[in-house]
């Protein structure tokens, strides 16, 4: 959507010379970019059977908490390790340098429940997938994968499809 692309600021070199960062921040702070970044998700997924909407750390909270309120189904948040109090299920993957973990509650989702998973971003993928897993792994059933923005370049679109996951983004950024 041209509308929120046009919204989301580019900022060159950051975090480290190279980089294209895309900003959704402001985005997110323009009342009209906000909105309508919420209601085409819920558009999008009203009538899917969403049981829950799963938000990975920490720009999938901001969406995922607004669409959940919106379709009327609870929020879910995967979190970095040991942010999580309770008992929980972890996933490690691995990084261009090293591993990270995520984490879930282990009784956040029943057997079966339809899960809308949704993050800011797609780049390389290894997040969401490891994400998207660790929601299997807990018994939730994943329908789709919903991002603000997707950079195709970086192959992360091509790591869920052949994952199997449906993914659906607003808008793309390539090849700057």
């Given at each position: 959507?041209?509308?929120?692309k046009?919204?989301i600021?580019?900022?060159?070199?950051?975090?480290?010379?190279?980089?294209?960062?895309?900003?959704?921040?402001?985005?997110?702070?323009?009342?009209?970019?906000?909105?309508?970044?919420?209601?085409?998700?819920?558009?999008?997924?009203?009538?899917?059977?969403?049981e829950?909407?799963v938000?990975?750390e920490?720009?999938?909270?901001?969406?995922?908490?607004?669409?959940?309120?919106?379709?009327?189904?609870?929020?879910?948040?995967?979190r970095?390790?040991?942010?999580?109090?309770?008992?929980?299920?972890?996933?490690?993957?691995?990084?261009?340098?090293?591993?990270?973990t995520?984490?879930?509650?282990?009784?956040?989702?029943?057997?079966?429940?339809?899960?809308?998973?949704?993050?800011?971003?797609?780049?390389?993928?290894?997040?969401c997938?490891?994400?998207?897993?660790?929601?299997?792994k807990v018994g939730?059933?994943?329908?789709?994968?919903?991002?603000?923005?997707d950079?195709?370049?970086?192959?992360?679109r091509?790591?869920?499809?052949?994952?199997?996951?449906?993914?659906?983004?607003?808008?793309?950024?390539?090849?700057?």
């Amino acid at each position: 959507m041209k509308a929120i692309k046009d919204m989301i600021r580019t900022v060159p070199d950051f975090p480290k010379k190279g980089i294209q960062f895309r900003d959704i921040t402001t985005l997110l702070s323009d009342p009209d970019g906000l909105r309508l970044t919420i209601d085409t998700f819920c558009e999008r997924y009203k009538d899917r059977g969403i049981e829950a909407v799963v938000g990975i750390e920490a720009r999938g909270f901001i969406l995922g908490s607004a669409v959940a309120y919106k379709l009327g189904v609870g929020f879910v948040p995967v979190r970095k390790k040991g942010k999580l109090p309770g008992n929980v299920e972890r996933f490690e993957y691995d990084l261009e340098y090293g591993t990270d973990t995520v984490e879930i509650h282990s009784d956040a989702l029943h057997k079966g429940t339809k899960v809308l998973l949704i993050d800011d971003l797609l780049a390389t993928g290894g997040t969401c997938l490891a994400a998207a897993q660790l929601v299997e792994k807990v018994g939730g059933v994943v329908e789709e994968i919903a991002f603000i923005v997707d950079l195709p370049d970086l192959k992360g679109r091509d790591r869920l499809l052949k994952r199997g996951y449906r993914i659906f983004a607003l808008c793309k950024f390539e090849g700057d």
